[in-house]
């Protein structure tokens, strides 16, 4: 016996013996991406779902219905049959009976002749093709219809013996078995009926087969008929849920193109309303709510026009003053200790007001160039590591005064960017004082990293830190953190903003991280290369002391 394996066959080639797949790549990838497609269109559109589960539930309930009808239908047929055979063997063992009634032994030598002749006269009186009557004496053949076409033999089979062990038991009465039968035209379903002939001799079997094709055909039509109209109206329910289903998701698709339209900019578009039904009424409220949303943004946007004007038009206008008092500031500044102390105090009080009134108009100038679309990017290849370095060197007086260490930590081969210097030393300018005066006299450590896409520089601090949700907020103009911060310096208030600017204009991220009592680090990560786009950063958000204390309050390894 040869055993074929259902996925590989072996084939001996060159006198060695490989696997070959049965399923080719080729299909296996056509498969791959069918199912791929599938998946896609089962995510994307909401009329594919609703057809497919109704083609499923549909197939199931179908599936089941005819399943039902099919074996009703063979039930009923069968026993039909079965009712019609016990009846034409109740009266054939009565004639069979009449017909042996003179013999009396069962050795009598004339009773082979006679059961031969009155099976004869049984199956030629069924007028049915292919029926078979046989005669058997409790074991022993004694006639048939047919001698040469193996009937005897069948029921002489071990797989008839439970019906001949029926048959000739305690119970007298008419018994029945279905099987598959091999009578000399080959295998054929029978139905075979035994009942007991009572003679004045001993009781003979008669055994009736049945051939079952007539009512094999009928039920295989039946089921052909059921599986055909139940794929029609499958197919008839799958049309109708996706005429039905395009009817309420053409709508849908069109309101979600509006939608896009509408978001991209585009506030004059408006959906087509047709009828008074539900659909009509939610085109009717949508191209309501577009409406009142292209009035609220034409109106916003004139006001932040307007406003973004007003700032840069009084930031202008405010320098020719502040100009004219700042050379009056100088002249009292350069002259105080020719005055009193109370008014040499006013002369330095007004210079560091007019410091940081003229911050205020510069930075109210960049932010207007940046709400205009105006600010441009100068970038150029820059080691970053000497602008670093730069910057703290500037802020160590702010730091010695605040009582805060300064660290720095760079590549000693530094970290050449394509980036705008002026900018990038601003950020980091803002980041660092602001560091500082938070620092509450704790070190600030600045870290400098660089890979192959981008550089990236942090600045951490450990003082009262960040509250959850305030490392957004940190980047709104002139929100200010906790006042009970104590404030060594005064701000505008729109440095970190700038500073978020000036990382979008390169491409880069400005990210902030706090803990309450465990200070913040602000993240700015740059791509190396002008105009690429940002992935990954070499430094991490989250300081690693700070992990670490959270990974052991879970009881983690960090």
């Known amino acids: ?67 039902t009808v099919a074996s009703l239908i063979s039930q009923g047929v069968l026993r039909t049959k079965v009712d019609t055979s016990k009846e034409q063997i109740q009266r054939g063992a009565r004639a069979a009976a009449g017909d042996l009634e003179g013999y009396t032994q069962a050795d009598d030598p004339g009773l082979p002749g006679k059961m031969r ?25 004694l006639g048939h219809a047919a001698p040469d076409n193996g009937a005897t033999a069948v029921l002489q089979q071990g797989s008839m013996r439970k019906l ?38 001993q009781p003979l079997e008669l055994y009736y087969l049945l051939p079952l094709k ?24 799958a049309l109708i849920a996706a005429t039905m289903t395009r009817l309420v998701v053409k709508p849908v698709r069109v309101a979600a193109r ?5 978001s991209a900019g585009l506030l004059d578009q408006r959906m087509q309303v047709k009828g008074e039904d539900d659909l009509a009424r939610l085109a009717a409220a949508f191209n309501q709510m577009a409406a009142n949303l292209q009035r609220q943004i034409v109106r916003l946007e004139e006001m932040s026009r307007l406003q973004r ?86 802020l160590e007086a702010l730091a010695e005064r ?70 957004k907020l940190v980047f709104n103009r002139f929100w200010r953190a906790d006042p009970s911060r104590a404030r060594q310096t005064g701000g505008t208030g729109l440095g970190l903003s700038i500073s978020l600017e000036d ?9 902030a991280w706090g803990a309450p009592g465990k200070g913040a680090q602000f993240r700015l990560t740059l791509p190396v290369r002008s105009g690429d786009r940002l992935v990954s950063s070499p430094l991490r958000l989250v300081p690693d002391d700070a992990r670490a204390d959270e990974a052991a309050l879970i009881g983690e390894t960090p």
């Open 258 to 262: 509006t939608a896009q339209r509408l």
């Open 117 to 141: 002749i009155v099976a004869i006269d049984l199956a030629s009186s069924m007028d049915i093709p292919g029926a078979e009557v046989v005669i058997l004496r409790q074991g022993t053949a």
């Open 309 to 394: 004007r007003f700032t840069s038009d009084v930031s202008h206008e405010l320098r020719t003053p502040l100009t004219t008092v700042r050379m009056a500031a100088d002249l009292l500044f350069a002259s105080r200790d020719d005055f009193d102390p109370a008014a040499a105090r006013s002369a330095e009080l007004l210079q560091a007001e007019l410091d940081r009134f003229e911050d205020l108009l510069t930075d109210l100038l960049e932010i207007s160039r940046f709400d205009a679309g105006f600010a441009a990017l100068d970038a150029e290849p820059t080691d970053l590591a000497p602008i670093v370095h730069r910057v703290a060197e500037r």
């Open 214 to 237: 007539a009512e094999n055909d009928l039920v295989e039509f039946v089921a052909l008929v059921v599986t055909a109209t139940g794929v029609a109206l499958v197919a008839l329910l």
């Open 164 to 201: 001949r062990e029926a048959v000739v038991g305690g119970r007298p009465g008419t018994y029945q078995q279905i099987a598959t039968l091999d009578v000399g035209q080959g295998p054929t379903r029978f139905l075979v009926v035994g009942t007991l002939i009572i003679t004045g001799g």
């Open 402 to 471: 605040c009582k805060v260490p300064l660290r720095v930590e760079a590549p000693e081969d530094g970290a050449i960017a394509e980036v705008d210097p002026r900018r990038v030393e601003r950020v980091l300018r803002n980041l660092l004082g602001n560091a500082i005066e938070h620092g509450e006299g704790k070190p600030v450590v600045v870290t400098l990293a660089i890979d192959e896409a981008a550089v990236a520089v942090t600045v951490r601090d450990h003082g009262v830190g960040l509250k959850t949700g305030e490392e």
């Open 1 to 67: 016996m040869v055993r074929i394996d259902p996925i590989v066959v072996q084939v001996r080639r060159f006198g060695r013996f490989r696997p070959k797949r049965l399923i080719p790549h080729a299909a296996s990838r056509r498969l791959r991406r069918f199912y791929a497609a599938a998946r896609r269109q089962w995510r994307r559109s909401l009329q594919f779902r609703v057809v497919g589960i109704t083609l499923l539930l549909s197939a199931i309930l179908v599936s089941a219905f005819g399943y």
């Open 503 to 511: 990382a979008r204009l390169h491409g880069g991220w400005l990210e």
